[in-house]
């Protein structure tokens, strides 16, 4: 079988839908699944895994192909082939400050929270920026809003979070969207097998 690793997260029901389309009852067999963290339908075996994992089961070979979203491929530094872009999930990874606030031109050193320590930093220094990154696991915006740091980094996607926050963006760093990514040595070995699984979510590698 195929093992193929997707994210429990916000991801997970549309690409259930997408697969279904594409004539994959994925969706049915997470619903009958329940709270299983794998999942065999048709001649895939699906890990359903945390967002941040996905990249790390692909490019160690426990799964040979997955989707992922770029700021988790970029973040774990995951050496993987990023197949095709998935439809759906795209948002954007900026700067964010509290309202009335420019941390970004102001110069200076500048100290940014993010869920992406390593991809925050690599970005920061890209535009120049002296930054020191304070890694959190969530709730980031709270950190821009109470003073723990000078603006945050995350993922935008229609800015309302933001707006009921007293936040905004200040840049843009990244544009993100989830792809269907496989691991090196497994696309050459299943080639066919993945390509086939690409057309069924609606495109072509």
Same mark, same amino acid.
């Given at each position: 079988m195929l093992?193929? $690793? %997707?994210?429990?997260?916000?991801? /997970? *029901?549309? /690409?259930?839908?997408?697969?279904e389309a594409g004539g994959l009852p994925l969706a049915a067999a997470l619903r009958a699944a329940g709270r299983a963290l794998v999942v065999e339908v048709g001649d895939l075996r699906v890990l359903l895994l945390k967002d941040a994992d996905v990249p790390v089961y692909v490019a160690q070979g426990v799964a040979e192909v997955g989707v992922a979203g770029l700021d988790?491929? /970029? *973040?774990?530094?995951?050496?993987?082939l990023r197949l095709m872009r998935v439809p759906f999930g795209h948002c954007r990874l900026c700067l964010i400050a509290a309202d009335g606030s420019r941390p970004a031109e102001e110069g200076g050193g500048l100290v940014i929270a993010s869920k992406y320590p390593r991809l925050a930093a690599e970005l920061a $220094?890209?535009?120049?920026?002296?930054?020191t990154?304070?890694?959190?696991?969530?709730?980031? *915006? /709270? $950190?821009?809003? %109470?003073?723990?740091a000078d603006a945050v980094v995350d993922l935008v996607e229609t800015g309302r979070t933001l707006r009921e926050n007293g936040l905004h963006p200040v840049d843009e760093w990244l544009r993100v969207a989830p792809y269907l990514i496989a691991n090196r040595a497994a696309f050459h070995v299943r080639r066919d097998e993945i390509r086939a699984l690409g057309r069924t979510l609606g495109g072509a590698l």
């Open positions: 093992t193929v $690793a %997707l994210p429990k997260g916000r991801l /997970l *029901e549309p /690409l259930g839908a997408l697969a988790q491929v /970029l *973040e774990r530094n995951a050496d993987v $220094a890209r535009r120049g920026h002296q930054a990154v304070i890694p959190l696991a969530g709730s980031v *915006e /709270l $950190a821009a809003r %109470l003073g723990l």
